[in-house]
């Protein structure tokens, strides 16, 4: 069956899970990671910053990363992604001590806003390739265990997974094809939440093609994993307390509206999921 017009959004979200999924944008996270490190090592030596603090140690921490992930490709080469989701988050939040980079003034301002630019690159690229596996990663295990320690437990793209895509495009992380490939559904396999995935790859959970995708999810799950839970989301609008909170405790009445967001509130439920394949490779 093909994707008629009004599903063509599915093209685009399954092309961006594949991309976010596929060896050269681990590649991209690696170079990415490398390229970090070599800056703040060459900033060190113009600086002669070498032996201040832990700032050496911290340059040795992300070539490491960059060399992990590195590693973590082979496995993604024989069909295991797992490996590549925990080092991607570890890659993403390993900021710890990282603060003091910069608390001896080492740096002038434009290098300061350089080496700001090349760990947001970086960290962007990780978090968004370790987003794309969160789910496949926890949430069939957690529905077959005990289905309680997975609610409210969305590990993907709360929003879905093209929500943030033109943010993504603009910054230069996530490339703007001139066509989105058209993908079909493979109904000649199909799997249900808890059950083993026949297939790594994109799959689509059955209630999307009668509602679309506009408060559901589609997921990449890796082949020998348990099928994740549907997630189904709506939109609210959240105050943070903790910035108001804190500006009442100052003595300022802060405007709520300014610290309004619009926050994606999801709910789980079964679902029956069928793969996503290109075009033309069912024939």
Not at 16 to 44: H, K, M
Not at 59 to 74: D, F, G, M, P, W
Request: hydrophobic share 35%; aromatic share 12%; net charge negative.
């Amino acid at each position: 069956m093909l994707i008629t017009q009004a599903m063509r959004e599915l093209n685009r979200e399954a092309w961006f899970l594949n991309y976010v999924t596929s060896i050269p944008y681990y590649e991209a996270c690696a170079q990415a990671t490398e390229d970090f490190a070599d800056l703040f090592n060459r900033l060190l030596t113009k600086h002669d910053g070498h032996g201040i603090g832990n700032l050496d140690g911290w340059v040795s921490r992300y070539l490491n990363h960059a060399e992990e992930i590195r590693r973590r490709i082979e496995f993604v080469r024989y069909g295991d992604y797992m490996p590549m989701y925990g080092q991607l988050s570890d890659t993403n939040r390993d900021f710890r001590g990282l603060a003091e980079q910069n608390i001896y003034g080492w740096r002038t301002r434009a290098e300061d806003r350089a080496w700001n630019t090349a760990l947001e690159h970086m960290s962007r690229l990780c978090c968004v390739g370790a987003q794309a596996l969160g789910n496949a990663y926890w949430h069939g295990k957690l529905w077959g265990d005990e289905q309680t320690n997975c609610v409210g437990r969305n590990e993907g793209f709360a929003k879905g997974a093209s929500y943030g895509l033109d943010f993504w495009q603009a910054h230069g992380l996530i490339p703007v094809p001139e066509a989105y490939p058209k993908y079909e559904l493979d109904y000649s396999l199909s799997c249900k939440t808890g059950e083993i995935c026949p297939r790594n790859g994109v799959w689509v959970p059955k209630q999307v093609l009668n509602e679309g995708l506009e408060h559901l999810h589609i997921e990449f799950v890796q082949q020998g994993r348990l099928m994740p839970p549907l997630f189904r989301f709506h939109l609210e609008k959240q105050v943070d307390g903790n910035i108001v909170n804190y500006l009442r405790e100052m003595g300022e009445e802060p405007d709520l509206d300014a610290y309004t967001s619009e926050e994606a509130i999801s709910t789980m439920e079964e679902a029956v999921w069928y793969p996503l394949v290109l075009l033309g490779d069912l024939w």
